[in-house]
């Protein structure tokens, strides 16, 4: 039996990596500006592919660029370019929701996934794009019956894409859920002329409203809710189910989030689904696995339409509850190979022996270690390093000048430095 694909996001160099050590087995990206999350990451360069690829490549990951928003007729010669650099520089697939991007991708023979901003929701559409693509992403609005119900369509009818295999099933598993139909909003676009569909969502939804009566002026606050701000979608502890419908790739979002999130939460998703093909999938695993997914990014979890909810589940909060925070400290100066010792420039809040601490790398992606012993300056072994000190500790992951030191806190005690 093939296991289901793992596919985590990678907004930055850091991010790829971080996706690489939590088990991914895919990663998508986005360049330039023409990919849904232009405005919230650095995003890559068209010069960044061959990079992307050969560090996929190294460790059998594949590799998918999102190209996935509206496209006008002045974006198509950029959309060219970004796709024939693509192809030649190795990488997988696009994933695409223009007809003129799949277009142009299938003419020059790149694998095509369809994105879920064409709200794919039957099997009829499944047999019209399968002349275009070979995978494709569900609207996120299904029910648990209805991705069944079009997997074993699928299966029955024998629809096959450009490749000649069976069509294949993508599903969003984890992270940020919009109050759109599959991300379609025009609220950002509205008030700020900044188009979610073209990458540049200003997340207004993310904020706390009031209803007001025009005629008598009474205010309201509906429940203290973020009335548009869904809470993040998590199915960790309904994976089994999720599986067993027939779908072939589980997505992570979270290509705006930080390497800590991405490898965190793809690590959970890659012991739950090698736990469930062993036989070994249970109720209290998915309790601890929760227990570590609230340590990062989240603002609160729900099923999402999985289980037949017609409404989503509304966050109390505009940003986000974990239940840990990163306090940046300092940046790497010199690794000391023969002894294992890394040492940083503490730029920011001190640091102490006993602290947890994460060092995120563009080359490694993330090490996380407790210090257990600190040597500050030329002065010795200490308990604390303050602002400006080189203070050093044992790490067995070399550092590089882009290495950042962060301090790790539980969110109530950030909130006191």
């Known amino acids: 039996m093939q296991k289901v694909e793992l596919m985590s996001p990678a907004g930055s160099f850091e991010a790829l990596h971080a996706a690489i050590q939590g088990g991914a087995d895919s990663v998508y990206f986005g360049v330039e500006q023409l990919n ?33 928003t509206i496209v006008y007729d002045h974006d198509l010669a950029l959309v060219k370019n970004i796709i024939n650099a693509a192809k030649l520089a190795g990488i997988t ?55 069944k119900n079009i997997c074993d369509a699928i299966k029955k009818e024998n629809i096959k894409g450009p490749s000649g295999k069976l069509i294949q099933i993508e599903v969003f598993a984890h992270g940020a859920l919009c109050m759109a139909v599959s991300g ?27 209803v007001i009566d025009l005629e008598e002026g009474h205010e309201l606050e509906i429940d203290n809710e973020y009335i548009m701000s869904p809470k993040d979608l998590c199915t960790i502890d309904f994976l089994n189910e999720l599986i067993d419908t027939g779908i072939s790739v589980l997505k992570i979002e979270g290509r705006g989030k930080a390497a800590d999130y991405v490898k965190t939460v793809t690590q959970c998703y890659r012991e739950a ?52 925070r990163k306090i940046y400290v300092g940046k790497g100066n010199h690794y000391y190979p023969k ?10 809040y001190s640091l102490n022996v006993g602290d947890k601490v994460a060092i995120i790398s563009p080359t490694s992606g993330v090490s996380e270690t407790t210090i257990t012993s600190l040597h500050v300056n030329d002065e010795g072994a200490k308990q604390t390093a303050s602002k400006g000190d080189l203070c050093a500790f044992p790490l067995d992951v070399a550092v590089r000048p882009s290495d950042k030191l962060y301090k790790i806190v539980e969110a109530a005690v950030e909130e006191k430095i």
């Open 36 to 68: 849904m999350r232009a405005r919230a990451t650095m995003n890559f360069e068209i010069d960044d592919l061959k990079e992307i690829a050969t560090i996929c490549n190294q460790h059998h990951v594949k590799s998918y660029l999102t190209l996935n």
């Open 93 to 147: 697939a696009v994933i695409a929701s223009d007809q003129a991007v799949i277009h142009y991708a299938s003419t020059q023979k790149m694998e095509v996934h369809i994105s879920t901003q064409l709200n794919i929701t039957n099997i009829e559409t499944i047999q019209f794009y399968s002349h275009f693509a070979d995978v494709m992403v569900l609207s996120r609005e299904l029910s648990l019956g209805q991705v």
């Open 184 to 210: 379609k909003c025009y609220l950002s676009l509205h008030t700020q002329n900044a188009s979610a569909n073209r990458g540049a969502c200003l997340q207004n939804c993310r904020r706390k409203y009031k």
């Open 273 to 324: 689904i090698d736990s469930y093909y062993e036989g070994t999938y249970t109720k209290e695993k998915t309790v601890a696995w929760i227990d570590r997914l609230k340590q990062v990014y989240n603002r609160d979890f729900w099923g999402g339409y999985f289980l037949g909810k017609e409404l989503g589940e509304w966050t109390d909060t505009s940003g986000s509850k974990a239940l840990t």
């Open 339 to 348: 002894t294992g010792i890394a040492e940083f420039l503490i730029e920011a």
